[in-house]
Protein backbone atom coordinates (compact mmCIF):
# COMPACT_ATOMS: atom_id res chain seq x y z
CA UNK A 1 0.00 0.00 0.00
CA UNK A 2 1.57 3.20 -1.09
CA UNK A 3 0.93 6.49 0.69
CA UNK A 4 2.57 10.15 0.52
CA UNK A 5 1.56 13.55 2.35
CA UNK A 6 -0.84 15.57 0.38
CA UNK A 7 -1.35 18.93 2.69
CA UNK A 8 -2.10 17.09 5.52
CA UNK A 9 -3.62 14.36 4.41
CA UNK A 10 -2.66 10.84 2.63
CA UNK A 11 -3.07 9.48 -0.54
CA UNK A 12 -3.07 5.80 -0.51
CA UNK A 13 -3.47 3.04 -3.02
CA UNK A 14 -6.47 0.68 -2.35
CA UNK A 15 -7.47 -2.15 -4.14
CA UNK A 16 -6.52 -0.30 -7.22
CA UNK A 17 -7.92 2.88 -6.77
CA UNK A 18 -5.74 6.43 -5.24
CA UNK A 19 -8.15 7.49 -2.02
CA UNK A 20 -7.41 10.66 0.11
CA UNK A 21 -7.37 10.42 3.96
CA UNK A 22 -8.10 14.08 5.13
CA UNK A 23 -6.79 14.96 8.49
CA UNK A 24 -9.34 17.17 10.09
CA UNK A 25 -9.37 18.86 13.12
CA UNK A 26 -6.96 15.73 14.95
CA UNK A 27 -9.16 12.93 12.80
CA UNK A 28 -7.55 10.81 10.41
CA UNK A 29 -8.88 7.10 9.06
CA UNK A 30 -7.10 4.52 8.53
CA UNK A 31 -7.43 1.56 6.33
CA UNK A 32 -7.85 -1.11 9.06
CA UNK A 33 -8.91 -5.11 8.96
CA UNK A 34 -7.16 -6.22 6.24
CA UNK A 35 -9.14 -9.79 6.29
CA UNK A 36 -12.32 -7.37 6.10
CA UNK A 37 -10.98 -6.06 2.66
CA UNK A 38 -10.43 -9.92 1.82
CA UNK A 39 -13.67 -10.96 2.44
CA UNK A 40 -15.80 -8.24 1.18
CA UNK A 41 -14.00 -8.79 -2.36
CA UNK A 42 -15.87 -11.66 -2.24
CA UNK A 43 -18.80 -11.19 -0.36
CA UNK A 44 -20.00 -8.25 -3.26
CA UNK A 45 -18.86 -10.48 -5.83
CA UNK A 46 -21.20 -12.86 -4.98
CA UNK A 47 -24.07 -10.69 -3.31
CA UNK A 48 -25.38 -7.35 -5.73
CA UNK A 49 -27.53 -4.67 -3.93
CA UNK A 50 -27.02 -1.75 -1.52
CA UNK A 51 -24.72 -2.17 1.16
CA UNK A 52 -25.46 -0.84 4.58
CA UNK A 53 -22.76 0.04 7.13
CA UNK A 54 -24.70 -0.18 10.82
CA UNK A 55 -21.82 1.50 12.78
CA UNK A 56 -19.38 3.67 10.40
CA UNK A 57 -17.06 5.22 12.98
CA UNK A 58 -14.43 6.95 10.37
CA UNK A 59 -15.55 5.33 7.38
CA UNK A 60 -12.95 2.57 7.31
CA UNK A 61 -15.90 0.18 5.32
CA UNK A 62 -16.91 2.83 3.65
CA UNK A 63 -13.43 3.62 1.74
CA UNK A 64 -13.22 -0.34 1.11
CA UNK A 65 -16.29 -0.95 -0.35
CA UNK A 66 -16.23 2.07 -2.51
CA UNK A 67 -12.82 1.29 -3.69
CA UNK A 68 -13.69 -2.47 -4.62
CA UNK A 69 -16.79 -1.70 -6.21
CA UNK A 70 -17.36 2.53 -6.61
CA UNK A 71 -21.05 2.01 -8.36
CA UNK A 72 -22.32 0.36 -5.44
CA UNK A 73 -24.83 1.94 -3.48
CA UNK A 74 -23.97 3.03 -0.20
CA UNK A 75 -26.00 3.89 3.38
CA UNK A 76 -24.23 4.02 6.30
CA UNK A 77 -25.92 4.83 10.27
CA UNK A 78 -23.58 6.20 12.64
CA UNK A 79 -24.31 8.13 15.49
CA UNK A 80 -21.52 9.93 16.88
CA UNK A 81 -21.95 13.75 15.16
CA UNK A 82 -18.38 13.58 15.19
CA UNK A 83 -17.31 10.57 13.21
CA UNK A 84 -20.33 11.38 11.05
CA UNK A 85 -18.94 15.10 9.88
CA UNK A 86 -15.31 13.27 9.12
CA UNK A 87 -16.88 10.42 7.18
CA UNK A 88 -19.19 13.04 4.83
CA UNK A 89 -16.03 14.73 4.03
CA UNK A 90 -14.42 11.85 3.27
CA UNK A 91 -17.18 10.43 0.77
CA UNK A 92 -16.75 14.26 -0.66
CA UNK A 93 -12.77 14.45 -1.33
CA UNK A 94 -12.72 11.40 -2.51
CA UNK A 95 -15.75 11.76 -5.35
CA UNK A 96 -17.15 8.99 -3.72
CA UNK A 97 -21.17 8.76 -5.03
CA UNK A 98 -24.35 6.89 -4.37
CA UNK A 99 -22.79 7.48 -0.58
CA UNK A 100 -25.65 8.60 2.29
CA UNK A 101 -24.62 8.33 5.74
CA UNK A 102 -27.31 9.21 8.06
CA UNK A 103 -26.34 10.08 11.67
CA UNK A 104 -28.38 7.77 13.85
CA UNK A 105 -27.75 4.69 15.97
CA UNK A 106 -29.84 2.24 14.22
CA UNK A 107 -31.92 0.62 17.02
CA UNK A 108 -35.58 -0.10 17.71
CA UNK A 109 -36.99 3.03 18.94
CA UNK A 110 -36.56 6.27 18.03
CA UNK A 111 -35.60 9.27 20.75
CA UNK A 112 -32.98 10.43 22.69
CA UNK A 113 -30.36 8.18 23.75
CA UNK A 114 -26.52 7.65 24.67
CA UNK A 115 -23.67 6.97 23.76
CA UNK A 116 -20.72 5.96 26.52
CA UNK A 117 -17.18 5.62 25.65
CA UNK A 118 -14.13 3.60 27.03
CA UNK A 119 -11.74 6.23 25.93
CA UNK A 120 -12.49 10.37 26.14
CA UNK A 121 -12.01 10.37 22.79
CA UNK A 122 -14.96 12.25 20.09
CA UNK A 123 -14.27 9.11 17.86
CA UNK A 124 -13.64 6.14 19.85
CA UNK A 125 -14.62 3.28 17.64
CA UNK A 126 -15.46 0.86 20.89
CA UNK A 127 -18.33 3.65 21.91
CA UNK A 128 -21.43 1.90 23.09
CA UNK A 129 -25.00 2.62 23.22
CA UNK A 130 -25.66 -0.94 25.42
CA UNK A 131 -25.62 0.78 29.44
CA UNK A 132 -23.09 -1.72 31.03
CA UNK A 133 -22.15 -3.60 28.38
CA UNK A 134 -18.75 -2.81 28.55
CA UNK A 135 -18.42 -4.18 32.59
CA UNK A 136 -17.85 -7.65 31.88
CA UNK A 137 -14.26 -5.75 30.30
CA UNK A 138 -13.57 -3.86 33.43
CA UNK A 139 -13.33 -0.64 31.41
CA UNK A 140 -14.91 2.07 33.26
CA UNK A 141 -16.89 4.91 30.61
CA UNK A 142 -14.84 7.95 30.19
CA UNK A 143 -17.55 10.06 28.10
CA UNK A 144 -21.29 10.01 27.72
CA UNK A 145 -22.96 12.02 24.88
CA UNK A 146 -26.53 12.25 24.28
CA UNK A 147 -27.47 10.75 20.69
CA UNK A 148 -30.13 10.37 18.51
CA UNK A 149 -32.17 7.09 17.90
CA UNK A 150 -33.85 5.49 15.35
CA UNK A 151 -36.34 3.06 14.73
CA UNK A 152 -35.80 1.51 11.27
CA UNK A 153 -39.85 1.67 10.82
CA UNK A 154 -40.20 5.20 11.73
CA UNK A 155 -39.13 6.19 8.29
CA UNK A 156 -38.58 3.56 6.03
CA UNK A 157 -40.39 4.96 3.43
CA UNK A 158 -37.63 7.82 3.12
CA UNK A 159 -34.71 5.65 2.59
CA UNK A 160 -36.18 4.45 -0.74
CA UNK A 161 -34.42 2.30 -3.39
CA UNK A 162 -32.03 1.78 -0.61
CA UNK A 163 -34.13 -0.80 1.75
CA UNK A 164 -35.81 -1.86 -1.37
CA UNK A 165 -32.41 -3.08 -2.64
CA UNK A 166 -30.27 -3.73 0.66
CA UNK A 167 -27.79 -6.85 -0.44
CA UNK A 168 -25.19 -6.16 1.90
CA UNK A 169 -25.57 -5.20 5.81
CA UNK A 170 -22.31 -4.75 7.92
CA UNK A 171 -22.66 -4.71 11.66
CA UNK A 172 -20.17 -3.07 14.05
CA UNK A 173 -21.86 -1.53 17.16
CA UNK A 174 -20.08 -2.64 20.30
CA UNK A 175 -23.15 -4.90 21.57
CA UNK A 176 -26.12 -3.46 20.29
CA UNK A 177 -26.35 -6.39 17.26
CA UNK A 178 -29.53 -8.07 18.73
CA UNK A 179 -31.06 -4.60 18.40
CA UNK A 180 -30.04 -3.85 15.22
CA UNK A 181 -31.28 -7.00 13.90
CA UNK A 182 -34.60 -6.85 15.73
CA UNK A 183 -35.48 -3.44 14.24
CA UNK A 184 -34.19 -4.56 10.90
CA UNK A 185 -36.14 -7.57 11.20
CA UNK A 186 -39.19 -7.50 8.49
CA UNK A 187 -36.19 -5.91 6.13
CA UNK A 188 -34.00 -9.24 6.46
CA UNK A 189 -37.02 -11.31 6.36
CA UNK A 190 -37.92 -9.99 3.10
CA UNK A 191 -34.84 -9.16 1.47
CA UNK A 192 -32.46 -11.97 2.24
CA UNK A 193 -29.36 -10.03 2.58
CA UNK A 194 -25.54 -11.05 3.78
CA UNK A 195 -25.05 -10.16 7.05
CA UNK A 196 -21.26 -9.27 8.71
CA UNK A 197 -21.27 -9.04 11.88
CA UNK A 198 -18.93 -8.49 15.09
CA UNK A 199 -20.00 -10.40 18.37
CA UNK A 200 -17.69 -9.43 21.06
CA UNK A 201 -16.54 -12.03 23.35
CA UNK A 202 -18.96 -13.99 25.47
CA UNK A 203 -16.53 -14.10 28.59
CA UNK A 204 -19.48 -16.74 29.98
CA UNK A 205 -22.70 -18.89 29.94
CA UNK A 206 -25.67 -17.08 31.12
CA UNK A 207 -23.77 -13.44 30.89
CA UNK A 208 -25.67 -10.71 29.62
CA UNK A 209 -23.45 -10.90 26.47
CA UNK A 210 -24.23 -14.40 26.23
CA UNK A 211 -27.84 -14.39 26.06
CA UNK A 212 -27.93 -11.83 23.69
CA UNK A 213 -25.95 -13.43 21.34
CA UNK A 214 -28.32 -16.55 21.73
CA UNK A 215 -31.10 -14.34 20.84
CA UNK A 216 -29.47 -12.89 17.76
CA UNK A 217 -28.93 -16.37 16.80
CA UNK A 218 -31.60 -18.18 17.31
CA UNK A 219 -34.31 -14.84 15.69
CA UNK A 220 -31.81 -15.40 12.70
CA UNK A 221 -31.71 -19.41 11.98
CA UNK A 222 -35.90 -19.13 13.39
CA UNK A 223 -36.25 -17.24 9.40
CA UNK A 224 -33.23 -19.54 7.70
CA UNK A 225 -30.07 -18.52 8.09
CA UNK A 226 -26.95 -19.75 8.48
CA UNK A 227 -23.90 -18.73 10.55
CA UNK A 228 -20.57 -19.12 9.58
CA UNK A 229 -16.94 -17.46 12.01
CA UNK A 230 -14.81 -15.86 9.64
CA UNK A 231 -11.12 -16.43 10.93
CA UNK A 232 -8.18 -14.42 10.28
CA UNK A 233 -5.06 -14.12 11.14
CA UNK A 234 -1.79 -12.68 10.55
CA UNK A 235 -0.59 -13.45 7.11
CA UNK A 236 -3.09 -16.32 6.74
CA UNK A 237 -6.14 -16.16 4.06
CA UNK A 238 -9.44 -15.75 5.69
CA UNK A 239 -11.65 -18.74 6.32
CA UNK A 240 -15.25 -18.95 6.62
CA UNK A 241 -16.37 -22.06 8.83
CA UNK A 242 -20.42 -23.00 9.45
CA UNK A 243 -20.98 -21.63 13.23
CA UNK A 244 -24.01 -24.05 14.64
CA UNK A 245 -24.28 -22.25 18.55
CA UNK A 246 -23.46 -19.57 20.42
CA UNK A 247 -20.56 -20.95 22.70
CA UNK A 248 -18.19 -18.90 25.20
CA UNK A 249 -14.72 -17.70 24.37
CA UNK A 250 -12.33 -14.98 25.02
CA UNK A 251 -10.42 -14.09 22.16
CA UNK A 252 -11.47 -11.22 20.56
CA UNK A 253 -10.28 -12.48 17.11
CA UNK A 254 -13.16 -14.72 17.05
CA UNK A 255 -15.83 -12.08 17.08
CA UNK A 256 -16.29 -11.77 13.24
CA UNK A 257 -19.05 -13.34 11.40
CA UNK A 258 -20.96 -14.10 7.98
CA UNK A 259 -24.38 -14.80 8.18
CA UNK A 260 -26.39 -15.61 5.35
CA UNK A 261 -30.01 -16.98 4.06
CA UNK A 262 -29.53 -20.70 3.64
CA UNK A 263 -30.65 -20.97 0.16
CA UNK A 264 -26.78 -18.71 -0.72
CA UNK A 265 -24.85 -21.32 1.20
CA UNK A 266 -24.04 -22.74 -2.15
CA UNK A 267 -22.21 -19.73 -3.07
CA UNK A 268 -20.55 -19.95 0.67
CA UNK A 269 -19.23 -23.36 -0.26
CA UNK A 270 -18.03 -22.01 -3.25
CA UNK A 271 -15.97 -19.31 -1.51
CA UNK A 272 -14.72 -21.76 1.10
CA UNK A 273 -12.81 -23.55 -1.38
CA UNK A 274 -10.41 -20.46 -2.51
CA UNK A 275 -8.52 -18.08 -0.95
CA UNK A 276 -10.74 -15.23 0.73
Known amino acids: MLCRVLSQSFTIDLNGRRVILPYVAGLQTHVTEPWMNELLKQVLDVKKGCFWDVGVNLGQTLLKVKTLDPERDYIGFEPNPTCTSYALHVAELNGFTGCSIIPVALTHRSGLGVLYSIQDSSHDS ?4 IDGFRDDDGHQI ?33 GAELDVVRALFSLIQDKQPFI ?35 QHSANEPVRIVEYQDVEVYSDVELSDYLIVPKEAVVDITRMTKKEV
Do not use: W
Open 126 to 129: AATI
Open 142 to 174: ARRQFVPFYDFEDGVELLGASAENVGVIKIDVE
Open 196 to 230: VVEMLPTNQEGSERYNRQCELVHDLQSIGYVLYRI
